[in-house]
């Protein structure tokens, strides 16, 4: 099913004269969301015990528990250095998804008490998704309605979406609609709205009642600006690539503060690789086939390479998280891998 979503809810969360939002196309794209997700279950389930892999935890989860959720963490373990140079997305919307170093809103008030949270840039979108004290949460931010829709759906739910109804977060207008929890389970509540002209936001969290997720939603900030920071970099990239998206993932133990960290490097030719950094506790030498630097790399399979340096295990994926370019190009991504600053101090990153 295809409408022009962007343009009915700019058309109608413009709108300041009071009159009800028109629920027929956001029902249909909800009905059709929830069928989607019930087919891919199925699917899943007749597949038995396959084995899913995601950049950035982009698996159904349940309500509550999971890797971190036995530990809480104070809100300044989880948030991102400040970029004081670079404005808030209430103040340029435009450049919202644009830079991939760069998220243009804060949730310190969200992630208080949380035990994780992983931060991503880039392609289109911003976001962070966190565990929290009522369980996992995501908050999406994008200049158009239509980059909001194509984000995968990452929490567990029924698949059975209800019709939303308009409301107002911190004075905007905005829809909110319910699909309820797997099993009996809490309820997912998605919070839509517009902060700003020309900025689109989008919450999704457990909650008991729609005042909840709406009070939850209002936490947002978009009067700052964060850099996406990993404790590596990469000093050799194919020709003609740059970075197109950064992700991290804050929260690995109680002593420990960075878990995982991705850079996704491509060119305007629709070439691209991942490069993945996993936290482990223990660095040695690895050995391996090819060498890449100073460093020993083996193959896992046909598409990924793998090797071990501070602070982890370091991967590149050619396939599946990546497209087009060959294990040479790979290998001279690795070469260049550095490690930088202290792990457990974003700020130096």
């Not at 435009?94 to 992630?111: E, I, K, R």
């Not at 609609?177 to 309820?187: L, Y």
């Not at 340096?309 to 599946?320: I, K, M, N, R």
Request: proline share 7%.
């Amino acid at each position: 099913m295809s409408f022009d979503l962007d343009q009915r809810l700019t058309e109608t969360l413009n709108s300041h004269t009071g009159a009800e939002i028109d629920p027929t196309p956001l029902v249909a794209y909800a009905r059709d969301r929830g069928g989607r997700l019930r087919r891919r279950r199925r699917g899943l389930m007749a597949l038995g015990a396959s084995a899913c892999v995601a950049l950035v935890a982009a698996v159904a989860v349940t309500p509550f528990g999971g890797r971190f959720g036995h530990l809480t963490r104070p809100a300044s373990e989880l948030v991102l250095p400040a970029s004081p140079s670079q404005p808030g997305a209430a103040e340029q919307p435009n450049l919202v998804g644009t830079d991939p170093g760069t998220l243009h809103f804060s949730a310190d008030d969200l992630l208080a008490g949380a035990a994780n949270a992983t931060w991503s840039a880039g392609r289109g979108t911003e976001i962070v998704e966190y565990t929290g004290p009522a369980g996992q949460a995501r908050v999406v931010l994008a200049r158009s309605a239509a980059s909001l829709d194509g984000i995968r759906q990452t929490l567990a739910s029924s698949g059975r979406p209800q019709p939303p109804t308009d409301v107002r977060v911190a004075g905007r207008p905005g829809i909110a609609w319910i699909d309820p929890g797997p099993s009996g389970g809490t309820n997912l509540w998605f919070v839509r709205w517009r902060p700003v002209d020309g900025l689109w936001a989008q919450m999704e969290s457990y909650a008991d009642s729609r005042e909840g997720a709406i009070g939850a939603a209002g936490k947002v900030r978009f009067d700052s600006a964060h850099r996406c920071a990993v404790p590596f970099r990469l000093e050799s990239l194919p020709t003609g690539a740059r970075l197109l998206e950064c992700s991290v993932n804050l929260g690995y133990d109680g002593r420990s503060i960075f878990a995982e960290g991705s850079l996704v490097v491509g060119d305007q030719g629709g070439r691209w690789l991942t490069v993945r950094v996993q936290r482990t506790e223990n660095v040695g030498a690895q050995g391996g086939e090819l060498s890449a630097g100073p460093y020993r790399v083996h193959r896992q399979g046909s598409d990924v390479l793998k090797m071990s340096a501070t602070p982890g295990s370091v991967e590149v994926f050619l396939d599946g998280w990546g497209n087009g370019y060959a294990e040479s190009d790979g290998l001279a991504v690795l070469g260049g891998y550095r490690p930088v600053g202290d792990v457990n101090d974003p700020e130096t990153w």
